[in-house]
């Protein structure tokens, strides 16, 4: 018997401890503290649940296990233990900050006069430049109430289209893939609990182990009770050290990947036909387009050789059960909406879709990836997944919010076009910005800093003084997750209640509050309802439930007293008898006709590829202890001591080619800038890559050297693949 099972099944402590140990997690304890508060980690989509209790002569609050929760049963990553890091005064901003000329020094001001700057500079350039020039940018990681009034408030108060967010940089094309396919887009169709009784797995690009370590219990689940687990990553990851079964493609290779294994599906007659006719449409286009996909092409392609693709192929295809559940590795490319669609039509065709313990899914990334692109702060979206350009959509979030449904613009540009325009004639001029850090986190991130420092006015509403902050006008300072009420929707489309636990400190203020006291000071159209920009998060969550009824991502029916009763909702869930949806798609798809649809999609190259002059592939990922941009994970101590740096991971081969040692800085040049960092050299990467993680700015920002090429239905950029040239720093070529 393992030690997880016995930790899971039996309780026994001491495997517990070392189970979570593994897997880079560290338990606390279970004491129980009358004044504890239930709530959820501040960081990744799992949105693990915990206990605050205290505060503790080491932090203002001390974190406990909560184990009834059943999404990581008491587990949680360093990240999580660690958060209250995050609320002690002297990492984070505690009253706002005000720059008086350009390249001046930012000084510390009242929130009257920060907010009357921001309200007289935002109207000013509305006034000269018309309503678009003025831009708001959200994150993924703000509750489902900040997420729902920022865009109301870019759409009412402000009159501009221009509103997106971060999360476009994270599961964009597999949410355009699976709306493209399903007719709808959450993250899972069916709940985590679902993956120890898959037969088969197939994770792609996906780094649990790293990203969201409790979560890796379910797959150790699958494999303790029979099922496969087969990983594709160009890197042999921790993830990966944990298959039955690792494909190692090239970076930009997922599609033919899958392309390969449909083919080879159909080629040995595994195809279930039954499923296909009643469930599908599109499938002779699909099978068309594998037919061209024969093995020793995509072995070309992709370098994985061909017994493997026939293992891999003849594992998902006759496993009565099957999932496939991808990640950025594959999302993040200018064809990441038709690579993500591929891995469906495989699920398709083998019928491992739209059925118990079967079918594809998007391991979302951001804390609240999933309820930030649901309620309208992305640029072509209303709440509860409407389209903005849907006319009954309109309406109905116009009568909800009291305006003329003609007052509500059109669809905004995507994240990275809003960026790229900054400044720009017909671009924006001033921008609101709200939980994100683009300098960091944005691809050819050299290029956005340029232009965030072009505008006439940047706002940033932050906990700490970002890479972006730095740059900004005026700096806001927000309260954060221990600090306020709000929902957030995990990764399974299960909504979940964050708690405050504590007052934060005296200079800071919610989002909710600054965007009133903005609206206020900007004006409302006439017979806006006085309310309109509510304060407290249970009543701007109860506006979000009506403005949501109806549509795909239907809230209608969550109250903050069921969250709390039930360990969470799974949306949609349309009205307070009904009990939440946690399994979608077992009897129709959400298309119009009820079946799901076939992509039908052929392999192409990446935008770019390696040439005589940048002749490696660089691919970008996350490490265990750092989150996103690291913003706020760099302020950790515990967890910068962990991973203290950027570096440049490369195999042995390719190092001794180049003559570089293991440590020694390594500069790394793209077409579009160039970064330096340590050389890790390992045999777990392919020889003709190199690998760097994305936390860090400076002279190590990976994110200098990425391509801004998007994928042209998701407008998703292409982190994860450009063609870089690498060299000992000191012996560097002069370009
Ligand atoms: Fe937080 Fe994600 Fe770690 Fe859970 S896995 S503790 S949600 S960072």
């Given at each position: 018997m393992s030690e997880a099972y016995r930790a899971r099944n039996i309780g026994d402590p001491v495997a517990k401890q070392r189970a979570a140990t593994f897997l880079g997690m560290t338990l606390t304890s279970t004491a129980a503290l009358a004044a504890a508060t239930d709530t959820h980690c501040p960081y990744c989509s799992l949105q693990c649940g915990m206990r605050l209790g205290g505060p503790t002569a080491d932090a203002p609050v001390e974190v406990l296990e909560r184990p009834d929760f059943p999404v990581n049963r008491g587990a949680l990553c360093g990240k999580g233990r660690s958060a209250p890091a995050l609320l002690a005064r002297d990492v984070r901003l505690t009253g706002p900050l005000l720059r008086d000329h350009p390249g001046g020094p930012l000084r510390s001001a009242g929130w009257p006069e920060a907010l009357d700057r921001v309200a007289a500079g935002l109207a000013r350039v509305r006034a000269e430049h018309g309503p678009d020039a003025v831009g708001v940018f959200g994150g993924g990681g703000l509750t489902n109430e900040k997420a729902y009034l920022l865009g109301k408030f870019a759409r009412v108060v402000l009159g501009t289209a221009n509103i997106d967010y971060n999360g476009r940089f994270c599961m964009s094309s597999a949410a355009a893939a699976h709306r493209r396919a399903f007719g709808l887009d959450r993250g899972l169709p069916f709940p985590l609990e679902d993956i120890p009784h898959t037969g088969c797995l197939v994770l792609v690009g996906a780094n649990p182990a790293e990203t969201m370590p409790p979560a890796v219990r379910y797959f150790r689940e699958l494999r303790e009770t029979g099922g496969t687990l087969i990983v594709v990553d160009p890197r042999r990851t921790r993830t990966a050290e944990l298959a039955d079964l690792h494909l190692q493609p090239r970076p930009g290779g997922d599609l033919a990947l899958a392309l390969g294994l449909l083919h080879l599906v159909v080629a040995d007659g595994l195809v279930d036909e039954e499923f296909v006719a009643r469930r599908t449409t599109g499938f002779e286009q699909a099978r068309a387009s594998a037919m061209a996909?024969?093995?020793?092409?995509?072995?070309?392609?992709t370098g994985v050789p061909v017994h493997r693709l026939r293992e891999a192929a003849r594992l998902f295809g006759e496993a009565e059960t099957g999932m496939v559940l991808t990640a950025r590795g594959p999302e993040q490319h200018s064809k990441g909406t038709d690579t993500v669609g591929a891995w469906i039509d495989l699920c398709l065709a083998t019928g491992k879709a739209g059925r118990p313990y079967s079918g594809y899914g998007c391991l979302t990334g951001q804390g609240n990836g999933q309820g930030g692109r649901e309620h309208g702060q992305k640029a072509d979206q209303l709440p509860g997944y409407r389209s903005i350009e849907d006319p009954a959509a309109r309406e109905h979030v116009a009568a909800v919010w009291g305006v003329d449904p003609a007052t509500?613009?059109?669809?905004?540009?995507?994240?990275?076009?809003?960026?790229?325009?900054?400044?720009?004639?017909?671009?924006?001029?001033?921008?609101?910005?709200?939980?994100?850090?683009?300098?960091v986190s944005a691809p050819n991130a050299g290029h956005v800093t340029e232009r965030l420092r072009s505008l006439d006015l940047l706002v940033v509403a932050d906990l700490v003084l970002s890479e972006t902050a730095r740059l900004a006008d005026v700096v806001l300072p927000v309260t954060q997750w221990a600090e306020e009420d709000g929902t957030t929707t995990n990764l399974e489309g299960r909504v979940i209640l964050r708690r405050r636990a504590l007052d934060p400190p005296e200079g800071v203020r919610s989002e909710l509050w600054v965007l009133r006291e903005l609206a206020a000071r900007l004006g409302v159209p006439e017979g806006f309802p006085a309310d309109g920009f509510p304060v407290e998060a249970e009543q701007a969550f109860d506006e979000l439930r009506r403005a949501s009824a109806g549509g795909d991502a239907d809230y209608a029916g969550i109250s903050y007293a069921r969250?709390?009763?039930?360990?969470?909702?799974?949306?949609?869930?349309?009205?307070?008898?009904h009990p939440g949806?946690?399994?979608?798609?077992?009897?129709?798809?959400?298309?119009?006709?009820?079946?799901?649809?076939?992509?039908?999609?052929?392999?192409?190259?990446?935008?770019?590829?390696?040439?005589?002059?940048?002749?490696?592939?660089?691919?970008t990922g996350r490490v265990l202890s750092q989150y996103q941009s690291g913003a706020?994970?760099?302020?950790?101590?515990?967890?910068?001591?962990?991973?203290?740096?950027?570096?440049?991971?490369m195999h042995p081969r390719l190092a001794e080619r180049l003559g570089i040692a293991d440590g020694e800085p390594v500069a790394v040049t793209s077409r579009r800038g160039r970064a330096v960092a340590p050389a890790r050299i390992t045999d777990a990467i392919r020889p003709d890559t190199v690998f760097m993680p994305f936390h860090w700015a400076g002279a190590g920002r990976a994110n200098s050297l990425t391509n801004p090429a998007l994928d042209p239905v998701s407008r998703m950029p292409e982190f994860k693949l450009c063609a870089v040239r690498v060299e000992p720093a000191q012996k560097e070529a002069t370009p």
């Open positions: 996909h024969w093995p020793d092409r995509v072995e070309r392609i509500i613009p059109g669809p905004g540009k995507s994240a990275y076009e809003l960026l790229d325009g900054l400044g720009e004639p017909g671009g924006v001029k001033a921008l609101l910005l709200a939980g994100s850090n683009p300098a969250i709390a009763a039930e360990d969470g909702v799974f949306w949609p869930c349309p009205a307070e008898d949806t946690r399994r979608l798609f077992l009897d129709r798809f959400a298309t119009p006709d009820g079946r799901a649809r076939f992509a039908a999609v052929t392999h192409r190259p990446a935008d770019e590829e390696p040439d005589a002059a940048y002749p490696l592939y660089l691919t706020q994970t760099r302020r950790v101590a515990e967890l910068n001591a962990a991973a203290p740096g950027p570096y440049v991971e």
